[in-house]
């Protein structure tokens, strides 16, 4: 099993950056992938984006490209979202998610990823 717990959303100005974590406890993740989905009122979750926990490789969604960047902190088993110049289409509930086992691609949907977070909501005022 893997525990995920996400945390830094908050309520910011459009053009303003936030920080996501995802703290990772429980199954070692070596041959997993990590990513971040949200989920804006009434729309699908959809995948943001996701980082291959041994390699290093990542990938975004083409609406965050450039902007937001997702890391991971190996010592303290911690995947971060760095969110830059944020817009108000940006307002959702952010998710971490995690694999069960390895992918040569980063999956861009919410298939193959077993377990998440509880979310953390981010909200961009204009």
């Known amino acids: 099993q893997v525990q995920l717990v996400e945390s830094g959303g908050g309520l910011v100005q459009a053009g303003a950056s936030l920080r996501l974590s995802c703290a990772t406890s429980?199954?070692?993740?070596?041959?997993?992938?990590l990513a971040w989905f949200r989920q804006a009122p009434g729309k699908e979750r959809e995948f943001v984006g996701g980082?291959?926990?041994?390699?290093?490789?990542?990938s975004y969604a083409d609406s965050v490209k450039g902007r937001f960047t997702i890391g991971k902190e190996n010592v303290r088993n911690t995947v971060y979202l760095q969110m830059n110049s944020l817009k108000p289409e940006d307002t959702a509930v952010y998710y971490c998610?995690?694999?069960?086992?390895?992918?040569?691609?980063?999956?861009?949907?919410?298939?193959?990823?077993?377990?998440w977070g509880q979310g953390t909501q981010v909200t961009v005022s204009s």
């Open positions: 998610a995690a694999t069960s086992e390895y992918f040569a691609t980063i999956p861009m949907t919410r298939r193959g990823y077993v377990y």
């Open positions: 980082i291959s926990w041994s390699g290093g490789a990542s």
């Open positions: 429980g199954r070692t993740l070596s041959s997993h992938t």
